[in-house]
Nanobody
Framework: QVQLVESGGGSVQAGGSLRLSCAAS????????MAWFRQAPGKEREGVAT???????VYADSVKGRFTISRDNAKNTLYLQMNGLKPEDTAMYYC????????????????????WGQGTQVTVSS
């Protein structure tokens, strides 16, 4: 059974950093493309960054230069290093996965991803 479990969220002041992790299990991790999404109260879920099976990456414009997505296939773990955090980064952050042969990639469309974690909250105060 596919499972994604996020951790690493918390509360920080503007300008601070956090590192999110997403532990994956239940499938061959190297065969999936992974992504981070976020959702703030009253807003739609937004794609933040995605990473392919060869570790190619794509970022949303809002986080380019501040966030870094990475994956460790040996540990079945996805990461999101977030630097220079802003209050507008406050949201619930979710990791997501899709099979490499399931639809096009790169994509930051939530509907393209079939597996989701429960989320971890990130709060940035000014």
């Amino acid at each position: 059974q596919v499972q994604l479990v996020e951790s690493g969220g918390g509360s920080v002041q503007a300008g601070g950093s956090l590192r999110l992790s997403c532990a994956a299990s239940g499938y061959t991790y190297s065969n999936v493309q992974m992504a981070w999404f976020r959702q703030a109260p009253g807003k739609e879920r937004e794609g933040v960054a995605t990473i392919g099976t060869t570790s190619s990456t794509v970022y949303a414009d809002s986080v380019k230069g501040r966030f870094t997505i990475s994956r460790d296939n040996a540990k079945n773990t996805l990461y999101l290093q977030m630097n220079g955090l802003k209050p507008e980064d406050t949201a619930m952050y979710y990791c997501a996965a899709k099979w490499r042969f399931s639809g096009r990639w790169p994509t930051l469309a939530a509907g393209a991803y079939g597996f989701w974690g429960q989320g971890t909250q990130v709060t940035v105060s000014s």
